[in-house]
Structure formats: C-alpha cells, structure tokens
C-alpha cells in the first residue's frame, strides 16, 4: 500500500461521527403507546385515565383475565367486556431494588418497592410509592393510585401504582 | 409423553469452553473462543463434520446490535451446515433449548453430528448496566410488569419472602447455598467468581434486593461454551466415555406474566418437565438414581425450590435440604459442582451448555478433583426461563440405556 492510499502521512483524514447522545428513541419506552389507533386495548387505558382500574371478561366463559386481552385465553372467544376492579387490595409479596435501575424508567429512583397485589378477582405486579422495604409486612393494605405518564411521546398516558392505606400520603 | 421407540440414542461427546467473567472480547471473539475451544477438546471431530449447528444466545440485538447469528457462527467457525441450523431463544434457558433441539434432530435420524454453542456478551461497560438490565426486565409481560421496574432481583426476592413465609425456610439456609456454590467455583478455571466464601459473607454483602444480598444472585457474564452432540453411531467412532441423553423434558404453564403464575413459592413446571424426562430415563426415585445435578441457581432461594420439584425433597424442605448437607458433592446428589450460576456467572445462552458440558467432564473423571463426584453415572441439568413459566430438565448417563 502507498501512503496516499492509508493517509498515513501528512494527509488530513477524512472523518465520520457518530451522536454522543440520543433522546430515549420510543422502542426503548416500557411504557405502551395507549390510543385506539396502537392498541386494541385502549379501553382499559381509557377507564384508567377516567380514574377506574378495568380488564377484561369473557362474555362466553366468564373468565377474568389480567392483563387485558382482545381473545379469551380460556376459551377463544373475542367476545369481551371491561369490568371494574377493586381499588384496594393486599400485598402479597414484595422486594425493594437498591441497584441496577432498568433504563427507560427515570421516574423510578432507587430505592424503590415493587410488590405483588393481590386484589381479589387479579393478582398484579406494580410499584408502592411513599413505602420502604422495612416498614412494609405481608398482608398489608394498599390503595391503587393513577399516575400520568411524561415522554417520550406527545401523548397523554397514565398507569397505576399503589401506595400503603395507612400511609403518609394520605 | 411417549418416545418413539425408533428414536436413536445420542451422545454428547465433549466440548470447550471460553473464559467467563467480564472479559474484554466482542460477541465474535467469543463465539470463536467457544468454538475452537470445544473443536480442540474433540479431536475426532471438525467443523467439516457438523451438519447441524445451533446456537443458544437470548440477546445478541441488544447486547451485540446483531441478529441472524447462528449464520455468522458458522461463518466465523467454517462450518457448512448441511441439515439444520437456527439460533434458539428462550432466555435462561436458550442453552438449553438448543441442546434440546440438537438432541431432536439426531434421535430423529435428521443428521449425525451437531455443534451446540451458547454464546452471551452482557457486560457493555458499567455505564451501561441499566441497557443492560432494561433488557433482562423484559423477559415478563414488558407492558404491565417489566414497567414496574421488575427486574430479576426484586422478582426472585418474592420469592425468597414467600418460601420463608410458607415453609419457614431461614436466611442462614438460603446462606448456605450461595457458599456452597460459589466456593464450588473456587475450583473451577473458567469460572466468573473463583474465590471460597462463608455462609456470613453473603449477609455481610449488600442487600441488592431484600431479602437477597449481592452473594444471592449470579453474576452479568460474558462467555462461550460449545458441546459436540452425535448419534449412537458416529459417536463409538470418536469416544468410549460420552454423556447418553436419556430424557429430556420441558413444560410451559399458560401464563408468563405475574397475575398468571399460580405459586410464588414453588415451579409447578419443574416437577413436570423432570417427571417427563425421568420417565424417558427410567428414573423412579431422583435421589437415589441421580448423582449430580446442575441446577439453575439465577438466585439462591431457587436452588431450594428446585430440590423440592426436581423430587429430592418435599415441597417445603428444601431449606433443611441444604442444611442437612445433602446436595454437598460428598452429599445424597451432588449440586451445581462447577459453582452454578452463583460462582460460575450466568452468560445466559451458554449456561444450560456448561452445564452439560460439566456432567459429561464429570463421567469422565475430567474435573479439577476438588470437584469431583465419586463415579458418578447419572447426571441431570435443569434450567427455568423468563418468569419461571417454562421449565427444561435433561437426564444424562453413562450408557445408553
Ligand atoms: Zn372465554
């Protein structure tokens, strides 16, 4: 090879670049895109941000399914309805994350709790606020609680969490 | 589940492993590590020889930004796959399921010789540990648990608190299986953790997700481990001493996402997926039969679930289990001797191959002699996947059968 074709020289090389920094790009958001025109079960985001926990049944079956669905698991049918579910509930197991904080979840500062609710008719995964590890014991109660939902997309979004009943934020 | 009686028996005949741990290496200078790691430990076959390849690795598009990989594995190791290839995902245990496969399409009499490669770069640098872990939370429903900022440790933490809960199964016990396991890893020389610990160091260790500390939890691991799989046939050309596929089973609730697991304390699916594959191998009593087990110990607490699925003990008493000594390597089964997960690291594609690759060294009387079973004859590897919704359990022997 000659000098010229290794720029290897005095020759000025050319140069490409690459960002130092993205914006958090949409595929890497936990958080789903919840309108009609993403998601067929926009409903369940709707009553949620109407302020009412909801999922699925199965007109055919009867069979409450969480999380939501658009055909029954249980027997086939796409012939669902939303019913209402309890707001209050009891946890029924929990842990609290002290590192390796998923990215994508900013809102998330450790330390945070992350239990098992079981609310009766559903037993869900979701995080308890305004709560330590050490203050928590299995069995104790818990309230739903909407929180809505800032970036990376325009639109409005809500989720729930929960937070202890006798807890200070109430 | 019924076994066609024209299955063919196959073998694994041996194979190699990389270096694991946090290793300055791409995904392809693994795969190429692994690959000629294991080519070296089986002279008697070459990549001219593989007519099936598959490749266990549960991340390469995020840990690697590739996919397609199973191609670029026989690019990078020479190998025209003349019958069957394809890269198998089932997070923990893609490894496994690779095994599963290769296993298949012998006893199928769809080719002879198969290489098994589990591949898995994860360590991105420590500033990126939070891609790194995004990625692993996603192995449950992302949408309404993964959101919740549920990764692995808070997950199996549950876990721990329930069995303690239920069964009354103590830290100290929990303890006792990171100790035993990662000082297992001591003697083994790929191992990520190779240092002895005591049951008090892993209370003394950060509380990562309470109640498990940092000792409770395998590591983010960085490793190749290849395995070559052959027909009865082919195999007695190159070896006396293979590990014979005697079972192999798998069960799959319905149901991957945390309102639809029925127990958080106990895996339903691994007393199936064992009972499937100890009913292939002719196993009636696991304690007695089995004399070496590589577990799927991802976190402490699910090593003593899986003693009581697997049939070592009843459901509850895995915690004295490990008390008692009995899955000590002079003990009634001998547990995870190359340091489980716990001590060995867990690069996810290519645990369920170390595994395997430990029990057939262990036939062969091939192991650092601080780890050696005692003539073990019949080993067994076990992994869980995802939320613990699928389990996969293999029987291995030193004869056919
Ligand atoms: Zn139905």
């Given at each position: 090879m000659t000098d010229?074709?290794?720029?290897?020289?005095?020759t000025?090389?050319?140069?490409?670049s690459?960002?130092?920094e993205?914006?958090?790009p949409?595929l890497l958001d936990?958080?789903e895109?919840?309108t009609e025109?993403?998601?067929?079960?926009?409903?369940?985001?709707?009553?949620?941000?109407?302020?009412?926990?909801?999922?699925?049944q199965c007109?055919?079956?009867?069979?409450i399914?969480?999380?939501?669905?658009?055909?029954?698991?249980?027997c086939?049918?796409?012939?669902?309805?939303?019913?209402?579910l309890?707001?209050?509930?009891e946890?029924?197991?929990?842990?609290e994350v002290?590192?390796?904080?998923p990215?994508?979840?900013?809102?998330?500062?450790?330390p945070?709790v992350?239990?098992v609710?079981?609310l009766?008719?559903v037993?869900l995964?979701?995080?308890?606020?305004?709560a330590?590890?050490?203050?928590?014991?299995i069995?104790?109660?818990?309230?739903?609680?909407?929180?809505?939902?800032d970036?990376?997309?325009d639109e409005?979004r809500v989720?729930?969490?929960?937070?202890?009943?006798?807890?200070d934020?109430? | 589940?019924i076994?066609a009686?024209?299955?063919?028996?196959v073998?694994?005949v041996?194979?190699?492993?990389?270096?694991?741990g946090?290793r300055?290496?791409?995904?392809?200078?693994?795969?190429?590590?692994g690959?000629?790691a294991?080519?070296d430990?089986?002279?008697?076959?070459g990549p001219d020889?593989?007519?099936?390849?598959?490749?266990g690795t549960?991340?390469p598009?995020?840990f690697?930004y590739q996919s397609h990989?199973?191609?670029?594995?026989?690019?990078?190791?020479?190998?025209e796959v003349?019958?069957?290839t394809a890269?198998?995902?089932?997070?923990?245990?893609?490894g496994?399921a690779a095994?599963?496969?290769?296993?298949?399409?012998i006893?199928a009499g769809?080719?002879?010789t198969a290489?098994?490669?589990?591949?898995?770069?994860?360590n991105?640098?420590?500033?990126?540990?939070?891609?790194?872990?995004?990625?692993?939370?996603?192995?449950?429903?992302?949408?309404?648990?993964?959101v919740?900022?549920?990764?692995?440790?808070?997950f199996?933490?549950?876990?721990?608190?329930?069995?303690m809960?239920?069964?009354?199964?103590?830290r100290?016990?929990?303890?006792?299986?990171?100790a035993?396991?990662?000082s297992?890893?001591?003697?083994t020389?790929?191992a990520?953790?190779?240092?002895?610990?005591?049951?008090?160091?892993v209370t003394?260790s950060?509380?990562i997700a309470?109640?498990?500390?940092?000792?409770?939890?395998?590591?983010i691991t960085?490793?190749?481990?290849?395995?070559?799989?052959?027909s009865?046939?082919?195999?007695?050309?190159?070896?006396d001493?293979?590990?014979?596929?005697?079972?192999?089973?798998?069960s799959?609730?319905a149901?991957?996402?945390?309102n639809?697991?029925?127990?958080?304390?106990?895996?339903?699916?691994?007393?199936?997926?064992?009972?499937?594959?100890?009913?292939?191998?002719?196993i009636e009593?696991?304690?007695?039969?089995i004399?070496i087990?590589e577990?799927?110990?991802?976190?402490?607490i699910?090593e003593?679930?899986?003693?009581e699925?697997l049939?070592?003990?009843?459901?509850g008493?895995?915690?004295?289990?490990?008390e008692?000594?009995r899955s000590?390597?002079?003990?009634?089964?001998?547990?995870n001797?190359r340091?489980?997960?716990l001590?060995?690291?867990h690069?996810?594609?290519?645990?369920?191959?170390?595994?395997a690759?430990e029990?057939t060294?262990?036939?062969n009387?091939?192991v650092?002699?601080?780890r050696?079973v005692?003539d073990?004859t019949t080993?067994l590897i076990?992994?869980?996947?995802g939320?613990?919704?699928?389990?996969?359990?293999?029987?291995l022997?030193?004869?056919?059968?």
């Amino acid at each position: 090879m000659t000098d010229a074709d290794t720029n290897g020289g005095n020759t000025e090389r050319e140069r490409v670049s690459v960002p130092d920094e993205v914006e958090l790009p949409r595929l890497l958001d936990f958080y789903e895109l919840q309108t009609e025109d993403q998601t067929q079960i926009h409903e369940f985001y709707e009553n949620l941000r109407d302020g009412q926990l909801t999922t699925t049944q199965c007109t055919d079956c009867e069979a409450i399914h969480f999380p939501p669905r658009i055909v029954c698991p249980k027997c086939t049918s796409d012939d669902l309805e939303y019913v209402d579910l309890p707001h209050e509930g009891e946890l029924f197991a929990f842990s609290e994350v002290r590192g390796g904080l998923p990215m994508g979840l900013s809102e998330h500062d450790v330390p945070y709790v992350v239990g098992v609710v079981d609310l009766g008719p559903v037993r869900l995964s979701g995080r308890v606020d305004d709560a330590a590890y050490s203050d928590l014991e299995i069995g104790d109660p818990v309230s739903l609680k909407i929180v809505e939902i800032d970036g990376p997309t325009d639109e409005e979004r809500v989720f729930y969490r929960f937070e202890p009943q006798d807890g200070d934020s109430r | 589940m019924i076994v066609a009686a024209s299955a063919r028996n196959v073998a694994i005949v041996g194979g190699g492993t990389s270096e694991w741990g946090e290793r300055d290496a791409t995904w392809k200078d693994l795969a190429q590590e692994g690959g000629k790691a294991t080519f070296d430990a089986v002279p008697g076959v070459g990549p001219d020889d593989i007519e099936g390849l598959f490749v266990g690795t549960v991340q390469p598009e995020r840990f690697a930004y590739q996919s397609h990989v199973a191609p670029m594995v026989a690019e990078l190791l020479g190998i025209e796959v003349t019958e069957m290839t394809a890269r198998t995902e089932l997070a923990c245990a893609s490894g496994q399921a690779a095994l599963r496969y290769a296993w298949l399409a012998i006893a199928a009499g769809q080719l002879d010789t198969a290489l098994v490669l589990g591949v898995e770069k994860m360590n991105l640098g420590r500033e990126h540990m939070p891609e790194m872990q995004a990625s692993m939370a996603n192995v449950l429903d992302r949408e309404f648990d993964g959101v919740n900022g549920l990764s692995a440790p808070p997950f199996f933490a549950w876990y721990a608190q329930r069995h303690m809960h239920e069964h009354g199964t103590t830290r100290e016990q929990l303890s006792l299986v990171a100790a035993k396991n990662k000082s297992h890893a001591a003697n083994t020389d790929f191992a990520q953790y190779r240092s002895e610990i005591d049951p008090e160091d892993v209370t003394e260790s950060p509380k990562i997700a309470p109640p498990l500390h940092l000792y409770d939890c395998s590591g983010i691991t960085d490793g190749a481990t290849g395995v070559i799989l052959m027909s009865e046939e082919k195999a007695r050309e190159v070896t006396d001493t293979a590990a014979w596929i005697t079972g192999s089973g798998q069960s799959s609730m319905a149901g991957n996402s945390i309102n639809n697991l029925p127990s958080f304390s106990g895996w339903p699916q691994a007393r199936k997926a064992s009972q499937n594959a100890y009913e292939q191998a002719g196993i009636e009593d696991p304690l007695e039969e089995i004399d070496i087990a590589e577990v799927h110990d991802c976190f402490s607490i699910s090593e003593i679930i899986e003693y009581e699925e697997l049939g070592f003990c009843e459901r509850g008493e895995g915690g004295q289990f490990i008390e008692d000594g009995r899955s000590q390597i002079d003990g009634d089964v001998a547990v995870n001797t190359r340091g489980g997960l716990l001590g060995c690291g867990h690069p996810l594609g290519a645990t369920g191959v170390s595994q395997a690759l430990e029990v057939t060294r262990q036939f062969n009387g091939d192991v650092e002699s601080d780890r050696q079973v005692d003539d073990p004859t019949t080993g067994l590897i076990h992994n869980l996947s995802g939320s613990g919704s699928v389990h996969s359990v293999m029987v291995l022997d030193r004869d056919p059968q």
